[in-house]
């Protein structure tokens, strides 16, 4: 089983992203984290799902893009945000072991 390995941006790039694009999905996590490793050999069936569905995707890095996390108001990880229109519709993670097939349904409910 392979691993997903997100890509670094930075706050600048996660806003433009979030501005440029109707519907965006993204991925924070943080290296260090046991359940963000826990769900990372599933991120890639999930990222192309999301991009399926007509998402943008996007990674964030919980420790590199810190001062994002707080403004959105993120404070456990793993975490799956959905931003409409620039906006922050809905997320899931708050810092609890995330099973594959409740994001699967997430994204099926929310894009």
Known sequence: MEFYQPSK???AQLQ???QDHPKVIVFLQADWCGDCKAIKPFVKELRQL????GAFWIDADRDANIEFAKEQGLRGI???IL????QQKAHIGNGERLAPQAVQAWLAQEL
Do not use: L, S, V
């Not at 999301?50 to 569905?53: G, I, L, M, P, S």
């Open 16 to 18: 433009a992203a979030i």
């Open 50 to 53: 999301a991009e399926q569905k």
């Open 78 to 80: 793993p975490a799956f």
């Open 9 to 11: 941006h930075t706050d």
């Open 83 to 86: 931003f409409d229109q620039g």
